[in-house]
């Protein structure tokens, strides 16, 4: 929708608004009393979903091979005392960590006490959620039977692209 | 081709996008991922419009 903000439309509003019009429609035919315009119509085409996910930590064999690609030590299933509590699940030890973080596989939480990054950087934790979803990801599409291609893009994001029914 | 796009943000959140599925296919190809990932927050709909346009003439009457 274009609005002005009252009165008459300026000179400069009336272009933008007429060259909004022209970009809109393709073609033009007018005479005195009609005008004729193509519309575009699509017709069929194929449907498709965007999902976004929170990921959650339920998967150990995701959590090892994110541990191994990061270069991290293999997660040990423990009962780890963090500042003052103490928690139970697969204790994963991030890079200049304080204490490890404790993945549930039951609720798909974290714990962690990093005392708001003085005792780990929340990077660390980040990059291995960021992992641990690659790789979670990759290891259900194999099992599915589908090839997958992974990209690092110019943000840091990872992009998984999976050809449904391919082989990998 | 029918593919799966997965975008793992540097925060580890996930953008799930399917193409080239036809109708309640695209739910379904990709629901294994979904339950793989974690808790879906959000879930959109779109309708991709790649098969043929069709031009079509539209008649308008002026005002005198």
């Known amino acids: ?13 009336g272009l933008i608004y007429l060259v909004l019009i022209v ?10 009393r009609t005008v004729f315009f193509r519309s575009h119509i699509s017709i069929g085409g ?7 996910i929170q990921t959650e930590v339920r998967d150990l064999e995701a959590i090892r ?26 204790a994963i030890q991030l890079r200049d960590w304080r204490y490890p973080v ?5 609720s798909g939480r974290v714990d962690f006490d990093n005392y708001g990054g003085r005792w780990g950087k929340q990077q660390e934790l980040d990059q291995f959620l960021q992992r641990y979803a690659v790789e979670a990801a ?29 082989v990998s | 081709m029918k593919t799966i796009e997965i975008i793992v943000s540097p925060t580890g959140q996930a953008r799930l996008e399917t193409r080239g599925f036809q109708g309640a296919e ?6 294994f991922l979904e339950l793989a990932l974690g808790r879906k927050t959000s879930d959109t709909a779109t309708s991709e419009f790649h098969q043929t346009n069709v031009q079509q003439p539209t008649q308008l009457e002026q005002k005198e």
């Open chain 1, 138 to 166: 990759v290891i259900q599409a194999r099992k599915q039977g589908h090839s997958t291609t992974e990209q690092t893009l110019a943000d840091g994001s990872i992009k998984l692209l999976i050809q449904v029914g391919g």
């Open chain 2, 26 to 31: 695209c739910r379904e190809a990709s629901r």
């Open chain 1, 46 to 52: 194929s449907v498709s979903h965007i999902v976004m």
């Open chain 1, 102 to 106: 404790v993945a549930n596989l039951e």
């Open chain 1, 1 to 13: 929708m274009i609005s002005f903000s009252g009165g008459m439309p300026s000179p400069k509003n």
């Open chain 1, 23 to 32: 970009a809109r429609i393709s073609t033009v035919h007018q005479d005195k």
């Open chain 1, 65 to 90: 091979q994110a541990t191994r690609r990061l270069q991290l030590p293999e997660p040990t299933f423990d009962e780890v005392q963090l500042f003052s509590e103490r928690k139970t699940g697969w």
